[in-house]
């Protein structure tokens, strides 16, 4: 089928910056979320992430202005009727997205195609709460949206060919670079990346290195442009936790634990980037370390 219209479920960080290259791709795009004020607040932050691009040339004014006349808001979630497809972008939680996909069956018209944001829960339990398992694909973008490139596309059990390279040649008309990925806990880059975010916490629990040695040892010693508790903060401490707790109960291997002190951290609601204070405390000019 042809995609014309995409809807956004969720208008946090991820779901704004959907939103974004889908419009500025073409795309007619509609975001929900059950707080109309975060509309608001997505719809503001999108135009001035266009206004850099414009600043930096990646972007021309008029391409700005039809881009941002191709967004619309859904204040309720009937006003996604009518789209072609809705990508689910809410929190890391099951329990939430499948409250979504319920909602969504009930009003989306029978061609429309399911898609989830989720960087680590299984696609194949995801489809099953529908009432489309086959034409329901998980499509993983990577945060911030806007500037990297990479999109993981994941087929659950169920998901019908046609749909699946459909969502494959959606993701690359963004603009973006598609790795295939099976259906298992974490998929690709998280199944890799966050155990190494979670052997940082445990160098740091065990008092191996201070924040700041840590990261600075990853920066210079690894080439990473951000340290891996820097990583954290920016990805956010709850998403972290929740994509361990995906792995170490979907795998059954006790490699992937939840570090005690990354649990402690999310109990204390310090979150990261943001809330203002995770690994490092964000209220000052600089962040400084809070360990």
């Known amino acids: 089928m ?41 719809l503001s932050k999108i135009a001035k992430n266009m206004d850099r691009q414009v600043s930096s040339g990646k972007l021309s004014k008029a391409d700005k202005t039809s881009a941002l006349a191709r967004i619309g808001p859904a204040p309720i979630v009937e006003n996604l009727k009518d789209c ?3 990508i689910e972008a809410a929190t890391e939680n099951e329990d939430v ?27 194949t339990r995801l489809a ?9 694909v998980g499509i993983h973008f990577m945060n911030p949206v806007p500037v990297m490139e990479l ?3 994941i087929r659950g059990i ?3 060919e046609d749909i699946f390279e459909t969502a494959k ?7 973006k670079t598609v790795t295939l990925s099976e259906d298992f806990p974490g998929f690709i880059v998280n ?9 940082a916490i445990y160098t740091l629990y065990e008092g191996v290195g201070s924040v700041e040695a840590i990261d600075t040892g990853m920066k210079l010693g690894t080439r990473h442009p951000m340290g891996p508790l820097e990583l954290a903060d920016f990805i956010g401490l709850d998403t972290c936790l929740s994509i361990m707790q995906v792995l170490y109960h979907g795998l059954s291997d006790s490699k992937y634990r939840p570090c005690p002190l990354l649990v402690k951290y999310v109990e204390a609601g310090w979150l990261g980037r943001k809330i203002g204070r995770g690994f490092y405390d964000y209220s000052g000019e600089t962040p400084v370390p809070t360990r």
Request: overall charge negative; glycine content about 10%; charged content about 20%.
């Open 2 to 42: 042809e995609i014309k219209t995409v809807g956004i479920v969720g208008a946090g960080q991820m779901g704004g910056g959907i939103a974004h290259v889908c419009a500025t791709s073409g795309y007619d795009v509609l975001i929900h979320d059950v707080a109309a004020d975060q509309i608001d607040k997505a």
């Open 191 to 199: 199944r890799i990346l966050l155990p190494m975010i979670n052997e």
């Open 158 to 160: 169920a998901t019908e």
């Open 128 to 136: 099953a709460t529908t009432d489309r398992p086959g034409q329901f």
């Open 84 to 86: 072609d497809m809705v």
């Open 97 to 123: 997205k499948r409250k979504i996909f319920e909602g969504l069956c009930a009003i989306l018209k029978p061609e429309a195609i399911l898609a989830s944001n989720t960087s680590s829960l299984p696609i």
């Open 151 to 153: 999109v993981e596309l």
């Open 169 to 175: 040649e959606f993701a690359i008309s963004l603009g």
